[in-house]
């Protein structure tokens, strides 16, 4: 959790988050997060800055404990089941405030003893035990002398460290640490220490014993304890190199003395005429041969490289830290030397492939010549990650993060290839990379690097044509083991994996207009052919969405049209309107008659026109009545249970054939068939001059905007009342009027965000898009359903009708629309960083994971992080299609270059404090 903390802290220092903030009024509480025995205190104190008074109310808002008016926090007794957050608000304006988060921790281990007592000096196995009562669990770490030392599990009551036992002090400290606890109590023991006995000065032994030396030739001799060294007949330093005479003595021999305290002792040198190696001097390239010779030679050898009997040298294949090899040929009269410069073979590069590269991850294999196990490459002046070597063929993989022509060398140490220019992108992209994933972030779960290279070389229209065509690919698979839960999961699958994003995205919003949920279906089995449907119908014509939704068993059973009675006078029973109040305010006109630029029409009293009365309801309820499940075998039943097989049925004995007083003035005539009313109804209401707006303006909120202007949602509407062929209401025609507008592609480069343009992330997009900008992989057994309960939208199960949230709300102490706002609460917010956290805080492997159905593999970003800029903007071009702000993108490279965990450290740092920030959080 430390580590947590820091990143915490750097995002405040940094400017990224804060505490509640406006207009520079702002509480900051001090200490951060912390860690607390159960009953423990700490102290907080408060700084306010904008404001006059600088009190504060002190609060606990989660998980427990007491804190006084003063700051002084106490824990609870019993550990809480969730995050504590202790809060701080002005008392001035009780709209500013901040939160710390405190974590309690239960009592460690209990220690009884540590042996042996007392401890000898020196390296020592050391078992500490502790009571039963309160014991050890597995990953318990000792803290010995002031260090953690790596500790070893025993049993419960058992663990053994080793550890360095010094002399001073006298005594010896050890507690223990369980994991997730408070640490336990300290034991400590003497030292004992004896002072050991001199030991006698041995007599320096001589080696080696025996050698054979070239005349002129040198000989290294050691030997312990040695003061000085002596030779007969050649010469020796006092670190006992020997030096052959130039001639030959009369006995052919010498001899070489080590002196030292504790006496002498000699070796026997044979004297001999070097052999003489030729050539003596030569350069070879890394892996490379030369042939030597030398007469009456019986063995070569080599330092690093390798000789054969025969004399010929081939080089090392690394280069060895002194750049230099020694050949030497023994023979009878002794051994001669040849002195071998190593040089890196000058590389080649004859061909790339593929021959362009894509913006963003990229693998690619070079071919050449001249290649080493130690060749490297770089483009554009970042080194790339060698997955693979051999002399021809180099496999590598790296981030391009910037389109154009760039260059690409190979190098051996010093020594670089001529450059190989590379296309980077698509050069003849249709639309900027920038722009390409910033389309996804509208039209799709978000990009992923190879969906935004197929949007620049089809550009936009061509990609929708393309998804237009497109095959439902993805679906719901109902198990029967798990006949409740696991949609949410197999959503989030869907929609990062499959390759029908635009079916999807539309799919979604168009459940968030056309609600039902779970606290009414209860049955994965009833809910999935309903979203089934939605996908299928998501291009078709909305008139017939509108009616496959009237039929479908599940609106039928959530909103009550199913087995909805005609009312019958004599008992005072009337038919059930919720589905005739919602089909009309919240699936197609509204409460309200609307202008085609979606603003309201005004009476003469300046008040709102409504588009119907309470009359009409009732009326059209009546339409509604008569219909009942499919039945699974047999005649038509009423009052069956529900049947997800198949759409509800016409039940005509329980259909008011009676006129009605329908919407926008129209009269339904008596005496039609459940089929034909509820068709003339359903009619009547897409017609209605409202829904083109209405619905308009919630599918550009959902998929571009919240706040689109009056003009964008006119052109919308215009396009639902004819797609330029006289049909009204052709989805295909009305989510291109919506992905193509002037408005939506406004900024595709960025540099002019606007106050109005874009929308909060609700928690399904964010998952989903963080997941896919990485190009990552997820399976329907991710863990990532429970987080969208935490972060109030768990899919499918929405609190009522009128779905997560409103598109009408608008935040607290703001004049535009934010829908997702109303489910982003602070505590909210802070869930999202912790999530986040949970994905990119790996100390070691670089391929992430989230439970076992998610994975984000970082490692091309690895390769730029000792280049923080570099890294940056890799990761501004993944997460925010590469148009971050200046000063933040600023500050995120200072934090980064102030990371030094190793460069793992500094990726997960970059990503965490991109997706935890404002600017990544709001789509633009």
């Known amino acids: 959790m430390s580590r947590f903390a820091n990143r915490i802290a750097t995002l405040v220092g940094t400017g990224i988050i804060a505490g509640v903030c406006l207009y520079g009024q702002t509480v900051t509480i001090s200490p951060g997060y912390v860690n607390l025995p159960l009953g423990g205190s700490q102290q907080y104190t408060a700084t306010v800055t904008g404001l006059t008074h600088t009190t504060v109310t002190w609060g606990v808002t989660a998980g427990g404990g007491t804190i006084t008016q003063t700051g002084l926090y106490t824990a609870p007794a019993t550990l809480p089941k969730n995050s504590v957050l202790i809060s701080a608000t002005s008392t001035e304006n009780p709209k500013i405030s901040t ?163 504790g006496g002498s002792s000699t070796a026997k040198i044979t004297l001999a005429t070097p052999l003489v190696v030729s050539p003596a001097t030569v350069s070879v390239v890394l892996g490379g041969t030369q042939q030597f010779s030398a007469s009456n030679a019986t063995g070569w050898s080599a330092i690093a490289g390798s000789v054969t009997s025969a004399g010929l040298y081939t080089a090392p294949a690394l280069m060895p830290a002194s750049g230099t090899d020694t050949v030497t040929a023994t023979g009878a009269n002794g051994t001669g030397s040849a002195a071998v410069t190593l040089s890196y073979p000058v590389p080649a590069i004859q061909s790339l492939t593929p021959s362009a590269l894509p913006l963003g991850s990229f693998t690619a294999t070079i071919s050449g010549t001249g290649f080493t196990a130690q060749s490297t490459a770089s483009l554009g002046g970042t080194l790339l990650i060698v997955t693979a070597q051999t002399a021809t063929s180099l496999s590598v993989s790296g ?100 390759p029908d994003q635009l079916r999807q995205k539309v799919a979604f919003a168009l459940s968030q207009i056309f609600v039902t949920s779970f606290n009414t279906i209860i049955w994965d089995d009833s809910m999935i052919p309903y979203e089934q449907m939605l996908m299928a119908d998501a291009f078709t014509n909305y ?32 038919a059930n309107q919720n589905y005739a109040r919602e089909v009309m305010q919240l699936f197609t006109i509204g409460t309200t008659m609307l202008n085609q630029d979606g603003s309201q029409q005004l009476d003469n009293n300046n008040l709102p026109i409504p588009t119907y009365l309470q009359p009409v309801i009732a009326d059209t309820a009546r339409v509604f009545t008569g219909y009942t499940y499919l039945p699974t075998s047999g005649p038509v039943e009423w009052n069956d249970y529900i049947n997800p097989a198949g759409p509800m049925v016409p039940y005509a004995a329980e259909h008011d054939t009676g006129s009605k007083q329908l919407v926008n003035g129209y009269a339904e005539p008596a005496g039609l068939s459940p089929q034909q009313d509820v068709s003339n109804a359903l009619d009547n209401i897409f017609n ?29 509407a215009a396009a639902f009342a004819n ?73 499918y199960n929405a609190p009522s009708v009128f779905n997560y949230y409103s598109p009408t709300f608008v935040p607290p102490g703001s004049t535009l629309l934010g829908p997702e706002f109303q489910i982003y609460a602070p505590d909210a917010s802070v869930y999202r960083a912790n999530m986040v956290a949970g994905m990119f805080f790996s100390y070691s492997n670089p391929v992430l994971s989230y439970g076992p159905g998610t994975t984000i593999d970082i490692t091309p970003y690895v390769a730029l992080a000792s280049n923080p800029a570099t890294l940056v903007a890799a990761l501004d071009l993944t997460l925010t299609h590469g148009t971050m702000p200046a000063a933040m993108k600023q500050a995120i490279v200072t934090a980064v270059t102030n990371d030094t965990n190793g460069n793992l450290s500094r990726v997960e740092t970059g990503a965490w404090l991109i997706l935890s920030s404002s600017y990544y959080n709001v789509w633009h």
């Open 99 to 261: 939160v710390v988060y405190v974590n309690p921790e239960g009592p460690g281990p209990t220690l009884t003893a540590m042996s042996p007592n007392p401890l000898p000096v020196g390296t020592d196995t050391i078992t500490i035990t502790a009571s039963a009562s309160a014991p050890f669990v597995k990953g318990a770490m000792a803290v010995c002398g002031g260090a953690s030392t790596s500790t070893k599990f025993i049993s419960a009551t058992s663990v053994s460290v080793v550890s360095y036992v010094g002399a001073s002090p006298s005594t010896f400290t050890c507690y223990i640490n369980n994991p997730g606890t408070w640490q336990s109590n300290s034991l400590t023991v003497p030292v004992k220490s004896s002072a050991p006995s001199a030991p006698a000065t041995p007599t320096p032994v001589v080696s080696p014993a025996s050698a054979t030396v070239a005349l002129k030739g040198t000989q290294q001799f050691s030997a312990s304890n040695v003061t000085s060294w002596s030779a007969g007949a050649g010469t020796i330093t006092a670190a006992g190199l020997y030096t052959a005479p130039a001639t030959i003595t009369s006995t052919g021999t010498d001899t070489v003395t080590a002196t030292g305290p």
């Open 543 to 574: 008139r017939q969405i509108l009616g496959d939704v009237t039929l479908s068993p599940t609106m039928g059973q959530y909103l009550d049209m199913a087995n909805n009675a005609m009312g019958n006078p004599a008992t005072g029973t009337i």
């Open 399 to 498: 981030f391009a993060a910037t389109t154009g022509m760039v260059n690409l060398i190979v190098s051996n140490g010093s020594v670089a290839s001529t450059p190989l220019v590379v296309p980077v992108g698509n050069p003849n992209s249709q639309v900027s990379a920038a722009a390409a994933r910033r389309f996804l972030e509208q039209a799709a779960f978000g990009p992923t690097p190879n969906d935004a290279a197929n949007v620049q070389t089809l550009g936009y229209q061509g990609w929708l044509t393309q998804q237009f065509a497109m095959p439902q690919v993805s679906s719901y698979v109902s198990d029967s083991s798990l006949s409740q839960g696991g949609m949410p999961e197999q959503f989030l699958a869907n929609a990062v994996t499959n």
């Open 723 to 795: 797609n330029g062929n006289g049909v009204r209401g052709d989805m295909q025609a009305v989510i291109t009027a919506i992905l193509l507008d002037p408005e939506a592609r406004a900024n595709d480069n960025g540099g002019n965000d606007q106050p109005g343009d874009g929308h909060l992330q609700e928690p399904a997009l964010f998952i989903a898009g963080m997941v896919r900008a990485f190009g990552g992989v997820m399976s329907n057994q991710n863990y990532f359903g429970w987080d969208l309960v935490n972060m109030s939208q768990d899919l």
């Open 688 to 716: 209605h001059p409202n829904v083109g707006p209405f619905v308009g303006k919630i599918l550009i909120q959902h998929l571009v905007k919240s706040n689109p202007s009056p003009a964008y949602i006119s052109r919308v």
